[in-house]
């Protein structure tokens, strides 16, 4: 198991915790040729759908295990098990996540850290684990969403902004200590994403599609990127945007 020269995928099988994710079983499903997916989430059992897209995009098995990413006490051992039962995760994809809703979370302080909690706090547990696990073996890649929302937080979804922010500077730190151990960490940075989680929601300026975040995943992964903005355009507009008055960037919309 390895990537040659810092690029291409890693060998191995791949781990989409989050398995009912729309963005997660893209990303797996084009990953899934002649290797077995293991899909965690929670009611792991009503995963039929899931499974039958990855076999038919060819994966050689799909698995299915039960995972809580609020149950941060549970993902060492569970995590070590589905490692050791299958020769040692080659990707892992970190497609769990909530939205919440913004206007609760500010009333609600129970809700704001329930945001915080799954979108940062269980990233941690999972992202430390894993790497432990892959480091000890020298090879294998990591996929974390962050989003163009935590580059600079907006008053409008400030609460997951700031779990955002916060799991884009853990990220980027992580994949610093990485360097030269054969790990790589590849940090998406998608706008707003038209799909399922965001349903009933007006489209925000240059979004983009599962698809196309799933395809530049990939793109990323065998290219050996550090991070990668979706779309592009994103990285030289917020080049610019952390100059723009507060007084302005408050009114900004979601």
């Keep these: 198991m390895g990537l040659r020269g810092g690029r291409g995928i890693a060998d191995g099988p791949v781990l989409v915790l989050g398995g009912r994710s729309e963005m997660g079983i893209q990303v797996a499903r084009r990953l899934a040729p002649g290797r077995a997916v293991i899909l965690a989430a929670r009611r792991h059992g009503d995963l039929d759908g899931e499974i039958a897209t990855l076999r038919a995009a060819g994966a050689t098995d799909v698995h299915t295990v039960e995972f ?20 040692g995760i080659g990707v892992a994809v970190l497609a769990f996540g909530i939205l919440g809703d913004q206007a609760r979370a500010e009333q609600d302080p129970a809700h704001a850290l329930a945001v915080v909690h799954t979108d940062y706090l269980a990233q941690i547990s999972v992202l430390t684990t894993l790497t432990n696990l892959m480091r000890a073996r020298g090879s294998g890649q990591l996929v974390v969403f962050s989003s163009v929302a935590g580059a600079r937080v907006r008053r409008a979804n400030y609460v997951y902004g700031s779990a955002k922010a916060g799991l884009d500077g853990f990220a980027t730190g992580l994949s610093d200590a990485l360097r030269g151990s054969g790990v790589r960490l590849l940090l998406m940075r998608p706008g707003f994403v038209i799909g399922r989680m965001t349903e009933g929601m007006d489209p925000a300026p240059l979004s983009s599609t599962v698809d196309q975040v799933a395809d530049a995943v990939v793109r990323g992964l065998r290219r050996g990127s550090a991070r990668v903005w979706v779309p592009r355009i994103f990285q030289p507009i917020y080049a610019v945007v952390r100059f723009v008055p507060q007084s302005v960037w408050r009114r900004m919309p979601r």
């Design 68 to 87: 809580d990413a609020d149950d941060t006490a549970s993902h060492p051992a569970l995590l070590e098990k589905i490692d050791a039962e299958h020769g």
